[in-house]
């Protein structure tokens, strides 16, 4: 798992405990992994977890996006009803 | 020995100037994850959102007054962009190719939109580390694609820009979810976990 990349020029040299680091922030938010004991990891399978994760928040996002146009569809802009939605957000 | 001196002394140079504009990626304190958590950002996204969504639908012609959810969920994007101020790449990537496209539309050169997408793709078959791929090294390909405008980022920018899109992300879910609840009066279904606090 552990790789040095020099890719880049002039950056700080890039330290494995970094990379653990980020890869056990990264865990933490995926909650398909949080649960699990974090030895029994390993990246490539937080790497997978996170790609499927995002994924899944995609497609969350493009289903309410849908539902959220069909919805809006019938509120005219400058309706009454837009400024009590508007208040009650901000509540 | 000097070499590596005047190095870091350049380098730290960048990163203050950096600092300065605000820019930095690499320290990790600079960012704050725990930010898309908050309510009040919650708070301040819906409003945005509303008001981004209400906008569309004026700017919509008023034949077709049903907007797709395509426009929704671009301008949800929008909005969620520049609620991250420009700190982070993938919000600064999301506004420049929204930029990218609306210029393209507006001199309705398509071949300045073709042209970038072939460059692009030459670009990409240059390297010749084509062939042998490891596991992991394909895995963070996939991700970087992912995460929008991080697909030559170092890995631990990746890794960083990647923790920070993702609450980005479920706040923009939860906030949008929020929204239907009010307007449809019915808890809405999550299709990943429920609530993360």
Not at chain 1, 7 to 28: A, E, H, P, W
Not at chain 2, 161 to 179: F, G, K, N, P, W
Request: a positive charge.
């Amino acid at each position: 798992m552990s790789s040095r990349r020099s890719r880049q020029s002039g950056t700080s040299r890039i330290t494995d405990d970094q990379i653990i680091d980020l890869v056990s922030k990264l865990r933490q938010l995926v909650p398909e992994i949080r649960n699990r004991r974090s030895d029994k990891v390993p990246a490539s399978k937080v790497l997978q977890e996170t790609c499927n994760y995002i994924r899944n928040l995609h497609r969350e996002v493009d289903d309410l996006s849908e539902r959220l146009s069909q919805l809006l569809a019938t509120i005219d802009a400058e309706s009454a009803e837009a400024s009590i939605i508007r208040s009650l957000i901000t509540q | 020995m000097a070499s590596s001196i005047s190095e870091t002394n350049f380098e730290e140079s960048k990163r203050i100037k950096r600092r300065k504009t605000g820019d930095e990626l690499r320290d990790p304190d600079t960012i704050d994850h725990t930010r898309w958590r908050s309510e009040s950002e919650q708070r301040i996204y819906s409003t945005k959102l509303f008001e981004a969504i209400r906008q569309v639908r004026r700017n919509s012609s008023p034949v077709n007054k049903v907007s797709s959810g395509r426009d929704i969920q671009d301008a949800a994007d929008r909005v969620l962009a520049v609620a991250a101020k420009g700190r982070t790449r993938w919000s600064r990537a999301i506004l420049a190719s929204r930029l990218r496209l609306r210029l393209a539309h507006n001199n309705k050169k398509h071949k300045k939109a073709r042209l970038a997408k072939v460059t692009g793709s030459i670009r990409s078959k240059m390297p010749e580390k084509k062939r042998f791929i490891p596991a992991l090294q394909r895995k963070v390909k996939v991700l970087s694609r992912l995460v929008p405008g991080c697909r030559k980022v170092s890995f631990p920018n990746l890794l960083e820009e990647t923790t920070d899109y993702i609450s980005a992300l479920e706040m923009q879910v939860r906030a949008m979810a929020a929204l239907t609840e009010l307007l449809t009066g019915s808890p809405v279904d999550r299709l990943a976990s429920t609530s993360d606090s």
